[in-house]
């Protein structure tokens, strides 16, 4: 019995070498190893986010100690994503806190994705956006949004096509459907041209109901052959 963390990360070690993620953090949570596991995490959470796995994702990352959050910007993004994305905006804003005060601060934080560290200030902006729509505030929604437009590089298809959804959604419900109506096609195709299958079906329901309503039933039976 006193072998079992020993085991547990060698068995841990087996299946992250062998390109098994998922196995390797299973049994770095059941050695008791946090630090291994929130490592294992970071890593494999852009994959599983691309999979729409946030509610095993989300399992994970709060089996961890919070404090393991203080400095771990990318891990925190992580969470942030995986709660909301799961309809649980509950906590956000000190995961958010966390995030901006590493944006800012001279020494490193703790870091093993380095393409979502470079991308954490348009990722806060996507949130930030996701978070004043659900509060009703459409002003601070389309700032946000475009804040991310303005930070986000032009192949992060994930990031654009996250923001022009919001737009999509905020002209929307300010009845601007010509506008709501473009920022949804820019969405789809962001989302296709990123291979993220799952949120190209959700925008494209959305921009058909609009060209629905818009009269445009050729347009929407397009969208809808072309999602399925």
Known sequence: PERLPQLHRRAGDWYAADGQPQEAIVHALAGHDPERAAELIELAAPAMQRARQEALLRTWLEALPTELYDDRPVLAMALIGARMATGDVTGLEPLLEIVDSWLDRPDPPIVFDAAAHARLPAMAAVHRAGLALLAGDTEATIAHATRVLDLVAEDDLLQRGAAAALLGLAHWSLGDLDHARARYE??????????????????????????????RLHEAQRTFESAL
Request: one cysteine or more; proline letters at 0%; glycine letters at 16%.
């Open 186 to 215: 820019e969405s789809v195709a962001c989302f296709e041209g990123g291979g993220y299958l799952a949120d190209v079906m959700g925008c494209s329901l959305a921009l058909a109901d609009i060209q629905i309503t818009q009269g």
